[in-house]
């Protein structure tokens, strides 16, 4: 299919787009030692083949062979349980958080919800997965930051999933001085406030969404506020 693209990665990466019947052609390969791989949205990425290239070298009949994989899909809703257009839902395995699904980039790793806010993660190993989605605020909310939700757990092969996206919460307060004054505008000059979850090993309440780092700045009366933050230990 002309779908599916292949790579070859040596000194310089060469990739190019099969036909209707899968054929394709790789032209200007430095020579050397180079790696010949493939990708195709929804299926296994085959194993990558070692080859030895030398000049002038005209190779043919090699075949990379997909595998079918498994799948994960669902839906993405608001809090109120309307659906989720234009989500971006992503995965992340137990072992290796943020890793890279079939060594495919990072821009393959996440998909859109449609307009009934589903979404099909394809191609995957056995094994279970942690699904992340993520969305903008909606227009009639106060925008706080991206709204987020996680499920965990989730095996390869599911159906049915549903994640509900959590409205970001905020931080505010006010400072002072240490006889509990409030600072003079002048003072308030070029100071800012962050918030950043403690390490994972010590919090009592961990973060679904990883380590976070918000920073507000502060007001001339003193006051701060910090948005985008969501359930943990800061």
């Known amino acids: 299919t002309n779908d599916t693209r292949f790579w070859m990665g040596g000194g310089r990466a060469q990739s190019a787009e099969s036909d209707e019947e899968g054929r394709f052609e790789l032209r200007g390969i430095s ?90 993660l394809t191609g995957l190993e056995p094994g279970t997965y942690r699904v992340r989605a993520n969305q903008d605020s909606p227009e009639e909310a106060e925008p706080l930051g991206r709204w987020r939700g996680v499920k965990e757990d989730v095996t390869a092969g599911t159906s049915g999933v549903e994640i509900k996206l959590e409205e970001p919460s905020i931080v505010s307060g006010r400072l002072l001085k240490t006889d509990g004054t409030p600072l003079k505008a002048e003072e308030t000059e070029g100071i800012s406030v962050t918030l950043s979850t403690v390490s994972e090993s010590e919090a009592s309440v961990k973060s679904l969404h990883g380590s976070l780092y918000r920073r507000g700045d502060v007001e001339e009366d003193g006051t701060f506020r910090i948005t985008g933050i969501y359930p943990a230990e800061y």
Do not use: M
Request: hydrophobic share 35%; net charge negative.
């Open 31 to 120: 020579e050397g030692e180079v790696r010949l791989s493939g990708s195709f949205d929804g299926l296994k990425n085959p194993e990558p083949l070692e080859l030895e290239v030398g000049a002038n070298d005209v190779r043919d009949g090699y075949e990379l062979v997909f595998g079918d994989g498994l799948a994960i899909r669902g839906a993405v809703f608001w809090s109120d349980g309307a659906p989720v257009s234009g989500a971006r839902v992503g995965l992340e395995t137990e072992d290796r958080p943020q890793t890279q699904r079939w060594r495919r980039s990072a821009n393959q790793l996440w998909v859109t919800t449609d307009e009934a806010g589903a979404f099909a």
